[in-house]
């Protein structure tokens, strides 16, 4: 791993290394194409101790032939560097009955503290005897009771055009390897009835104060070895399972800088 981060500092100091901003990745003997972007904020980071950032997700589903809906999204899995921490430490915490159905506004009423993010989320409607449609909405991520002792988060959707509101909810796992952090969700059953997801992006911050001391929901450092001043690492492994068993995957890295 040392030897790994030492070539991924010379090559950036060096300028020779480039790294992808959306990534577009085609399914091997398939019409999929899904993006991917996301990265950590902000970029200068200590070098030794964990600071606050925001962890941000965006992808898109579409097909390489304009077909209409793409493939019906499934499962979610993505894995970040096992670099970053997660703290919930004394936050409150928001069960999925309460935000189920609700307005942005009245989640955010409901359970405002235990927000730990934000994003929005679109999604290809096809219902029987009725024409497709395209569901749009912003959405609140709130920190959820653990189960089984691990660690979830609740992502509220709500659309006004038709008015609807849906939650997911994301385990947070920690695992072996360099992507110890997995965020990994299942669409539910009942939606994949009507559900094509086109869209979504997340992104989680929440810095709070607990017992007089200060948390951060989500923290990382920068990794750059003794003497360097910048660092390529390995940021996610995003894996996207969809209808059929068809599976996307990639691993995405992204720069760092001490400071």
């Known amino acids: 791993m040392r030897a790994r981060l030492l070539t991924a500092a010379l090559l950036l100091a060096l300028g020779l290394a ?35 950032v925001t962890v941000s997700i965006d992808t898109s589903f579409k097909t390489n032939d304009g077909s209409d809906p793409p493939p019906q999204l499934r499962t979610v899995s993505i894995g ?8 919930d430490l004394g936050l409150p915490t928001c069960h999925v009955r309460r935000i189920q159905p609700a307005t942005i506004a009245v989640a ?20 029987p005897n009725q024409q497709p449609f395209d569901f749009s909405g912003p959405m609140l991520v709130f920190n959820a009771e653990r189960s089984g002792g691990k660690r979830r988060i609740l992502a509220q959707v709500y659309g006004s055009r038709p008015p609807s509101a849906f939650v997911l909810t994301f385990k947070i796992l920690k695992r072996g390897g360099t992507f110890g952090n ?49 660092a390529i690492y390995p940021f996610a492994e995003p894996k996207f399972g969809f209808a059929g068993g068809r599976h996307v995957s990639t691993v995405v890295t992204r720069t760092c800088h001490v400071g």
């Open 18 to 52: 480039a790294v992808a901003r959306g990534e577009v990745i085609p399914e091997p003997d398939g019409n999929l194409l899904v993006t991917f972007d996301g990265g950590i904020a902000p970029k200068t980071l200590p070098r030794k101790h964990l600071a606050p």
């Open 80 to 87: 970040i560097n096992r670099g970053g921490r997660i703290d």
């Open 108 to 127: 955010r009423r409901i359970c405002g503290g235990a927000i730990v993010g934000n994003g929005h989320v679109s999604v290809r409607v096809e219902l």
């Open 182 to 230: 997995v965020i990994e969700t299942t669409l539910p059953k009942q939606a994949r009835k009507w559900a094509y997801v086109t869209h979504f992006d997340m992104r989680l911050r929440r810095v709070y104060t607990y017992n007089g001391q200060r948390h951060s929901y989500v923290s990382a450092s920068c990794p750059a070895p003794p003497g360097f001043t910048a």
